[in-house]
């Protein structure tokens, strides 16, 4: 597999045999896509949690405590829908992905139907709950990130973006895409991260406190 915007086929041989190229692959639980975006994993992922919720429906839509059965949601199924979420380089369609999963799970749960047209911001005061999803794999991706900076590693080189050799670089149309780094909103560029990053104290105080529910971003 080749990752790039505009993939073309990569000729390896071994034994006089050559590999297959293939626009997809799943790895560890993970889909991974040629053009290394993770929309159909994020798609993927929640396809899976939804069937697993309507697995244990009876038990989430029961008359039990409504705390307990917010914790089970989160834990049996967010669990499933946010598995890898930490290295998600998220686009607004993505996040918005997420945001109306979470919502799917409150209606599901509070026993809602589309038909009702009861507002999501109605659905979140019955359930007492925010828009904080994007918030949670936020704050798992500054850990996740801040411990790779501080390693010296071949995945620390990969999030950089740089590596030996040369490639043929050239101006394309449109805006840049979006890297890893970017979710974290610090606009200053790798190396400032880098630097906050070697303190574990200052990467904490920066990106580590509870800023509550994480506003939608146009990438």
Not at 14 to 36: A, M, P, R, T, W
Not at 56 to 79: A, E, G
Not at 194 to 199: F, P, R, Y
Request: proline share 2%; charged share 35%.
């Amino acid at each position: 597999m080749k990752i790039s915007r505009q993939p073309t086929p990569v000729t390896i041989k071994i034994d006089q045999k050559q590999l297959e190229n293939v626009k997809c692959f799943k790895y560890l639980g993970s889909l991974l896509i040629d053009d290394g975006r993770c929309t159909s994993e994020i798609k993927s992922r929640i396809a899976m949690a939804k069937a697993a919720f309507s697995k244990k429906k009876n038990l989430f839509t029961s008359k039990l405590d409504l705390n307990l059965r917010k914790k089970l949601v989160k834990c049996y199924i967010w669990s499933i829908a946010l598995y890898r979420a930490e290295t998600w380089t998220l686009r607004a369609v993505d996040q918005k992905h997420l945001e109306s999963f979470k919502m799917w799970c409150w209606r599901r749960m509070e026993k809602i139907s589309w038909t009702d047209y009861v507002r999501n911001e109605e659905v979140l005061i019955r359930v007492s709950e925010q828009r904080n999803i994007l918030h949670k794999i936020r704050k798992w991706k500054t850990n996740w990130i801040g411990h790779v900076l501080r390693r010296n590693c071949l995945l620390k080189e990969v999030i950089k973006g740089k590596i030996e050799g040369r490639i043929e670089v050239t101006r394309r149309r449109g805006r840049r895409r979006k890297k890893l780094p970017d979710d974290l909103g610090d606009r200053r560029g790798y190396c400032h991260l880098k630097e906050k990053a070697l303190d574990r104290i200052t990467w904490r105080n920066c990106f580590g406190r509870d800023r509550g529910p994480v506003v939608l971003t146009d990438y």
